[in-house]
């Protein structure tokens, strides 16, 4: 441990530092403008500023799950940290690691215009809180934060007063060793009945979630055992692309035939997923069928559905497990997948053409031109709005970590953020955002150009119906008039060119098709706007 007297400013600036960090989202602030500045300066830390405070976590998010590091961001005190209770929220219910080091008012005036009970406000989203308790301490308590980012799975707020920075302190190198949770083997009675229910199952199933992504290659194996298709959820898309008994995603999102054979299924084995309302239909999935649950984590076990076995475990492990024992035990192959037709199982209804407004565009033709037309080695993020679900079944992912829906919080106007965040993450590959026109206008429009000065590389998809397109329906559906839900927004398109992008107006298949042919020749972030009928856009699968 090394020891040295300097500002406390620049001991969290050099904790950092020997955290490895070498990316810092923020918004600067009287609490924490130095500290970001000696980052930069001193340690050679990039630092990306955002233009709003929430968006600077939603920015660490996407760049954790793309890097597989913890997110760092920054913001100062006050309104600044009650701007981001939104964006905490997304993150603690998507489990995403990440560090917020927020400044605090001066301990030293209780009446400071910005001063609120930091504690509770942080408390309110779920997120964790650690206090830098003395100057002294500032670099044991952002090593505690780091740590419990790492092992909670969930945002931590480091709470910083501003009346610290400036003090003289010894800073202290210290690192908190992250102890990898054992891989737990299954065992017991437990694992026995569990054994027993998938050796009995005629037409087994396997369901794998974000939990179980690691283990793609012992479920496999398992699958290829019992004969058995596969599935994902929602957050786990991509995971099993290449096998033939892929049947994609599990639930209200799925396909026709794939439907039809989770309805034949009496088993499903499920590794790393919560079971929740959308991945199960309401339950409907799995009346009549018996679920095994397999989970690392003992909370998720019957958090939504109560299984009828359940193993706390690891899932590669398990499933390793399961394939023993069937062999032992000479169990044949169910068979079940000899009776499903793999070329039909990821193929979605085909499209009805429907009449739709003059100069928009027929929304689901458009999808499917832009599946095929968009660049392959894709990173693909999604906003929240009625548009996302048929977006969710159409374009596809290489793998689960080129994915990331923002919908954990249900929340629209988190897309673009986290797309910059993810741009930042990998700038070897294009981050291709779907949006709605509201979500864009909520939280899109004052971070284009953040996008635009990073020179990401980006091509933002905006599906302009001019209305909040959930409402609109919902008044429709009772014969309402949709007046209020309707808006006359401007020129997407030309907003983003005057903000230093480029931007294309759509108003047909044959406009779309010409400006996918301009995608080849794209410098920095690109926006394509769709306008659709908001009649015409299909309802949301969930």
């Known amino acids: 441990m090394s020891e040295e007297s300097i500002y406390?400013?620049?001991?969290i600036a050099r904790a950092l530092r020997d955290h490895k960090v070498d990316t810092l989202f923020g918004l600067m602030g009287d609490a924490n403008l130095f500290f970001a500045d000696s980052f930069v300066r001193d340690f050679g830390g990039t630092f990306v500023p955002a233009a709003y405070e929430g968006?600077?976590?939603l920015m660490a998010f996407a760049y954790a799950h793309i890097s597989g590091k913890v997110g760092v961001a920054t913001v100062t005190h006050g309104p600044a940290l009650t701007n981001c209770v939104t964006a905490l929220t997304e993150g603690v219910r998507g489990n995403i690691p990440m560090v917020l080091l927020a400044g605090d008012t001066p301990a030293s005036n209780p009446r400071h215009l910005q001063s609120i009970d930091q504690r509770e406000v942080v408390k309110s989203t779920?997120?964790?809180?650690?206090?830098?308790?003395?100057?002294?301490?500032a670099s044991k308590d952002f090593a505690q934060a780091i740590y419990r980012a790492q092992v909670e799975k969930r945002p931590i707020v480091l709470n910083m007063p501003a009346d610290y920075m400036w003090e003289k302190t010894t800073h202290s190198t210290v690192g908190y060793t992250h102890f990898e949770t054992p891989a737990y083997a299954p065992e017991g009675d437990v694992l026995d009945e569990a054994v027993g229910?998938?050796?009995?199952?005629?037409?087994p199933m396997i369901l794998a979630g974000a939990g179980a992504c690691d283990a793609r290659d012992s479920i496999i194996k398992l699958a290829d055992r019992l004969e058995a298709p596969l599935a994902t959820t929602l957050k786990a898309k991509g995971l099993f692309n290449d096998h033939p008994y892929n049947l994609d995603i599990f639930g209200t999102l799925s396909t026709p035939a794939t439907y039809d054979a989770i309805s034949k299924a009496d088993c499903i084995i499920c590794f790393g997923t919560a079971l929740h309302e959308f991945t199960t239909d309401r339950g409907k999935l799995i009346e009549g069928k018996r679920v095994v649950q397999i989970d690392n984590k003992g909370k998720a076990i019957g958090l939504s559905v109560h299984p009828d076995a359940a193993l706390v475990a690891d899932a590669a492990l398990t499933a390793d497990n399961f394939v023993f024992w069937l062999n032992e035990a000479e169990i044949q192959p169910s068979g079940f997948t000899r009776e499903l037709d793999s070329a039909e199982l990821t193929q979605h209804e085909p499209h009805k053409s429907r009449s739709f407004a003059p100069g928009t565009v027929d929304y689901v033709p458009a999808i499917e031109l832009l599946e095929q037309t968009l660049p392959e080695n894709r990173i693909v993020v999604t906003d929240g709005g009625r548009f996302m679900t048929e977006v969710w079944c159409r374009i596809s992912v290489s793998d689960p970590q080129s994915f990331i829906p923002t919908a954990n919080f249900g929340s629209i106007g988190l897309g673009l953020q986290e797309a910059i965040g993810a741009g930042v993450a990998d700038r070897s590959r294009p981050v291709v955002l779907f949006t709605g026109d509201g979500g864009f206008m909520m939280g899109g429009i004052n971070e284009f150009n953040t996008a635009v000065r990073l020179g990401l590389d980006l091509i933002i998809i905006v599906c302009n119906d001019a209305a909040y397109g959930a409402e609109h329906i919902q008044f429709l559906d009772r014969e309402m008039d949709p007046e209020l839900t309707t808006f006359e927004w401007p020129s997407f398109a030309a907003v983003a060119t005057a903000l230093g992008g480029?931007?294309?107006?759509?108003?047909s298949i044959e406009e779309l098709e010409a400006a996918t042919a301009q995608l080849s020749d794209r410098k920095g972030p690109v926006l394509i706007e769709l306008h659709l009928d908001p009649n015409d856009v299909p309802r949301m699968r969930i």
């Open 502 to 507: 480029t931007g294309i107006e759509v108003r």
């Open 55 to 57: 968006s600077s976590v």
């Open 197 to 203: 229910m998938i050796a009995s199952a005629k037409r």
């Open 8 to 11: 406390t400013y620049q001991s």
């Open 126 to 137: 779920g997120a964790g809180f650690v206090q830098v308790r003395l100057p002294e301490t």
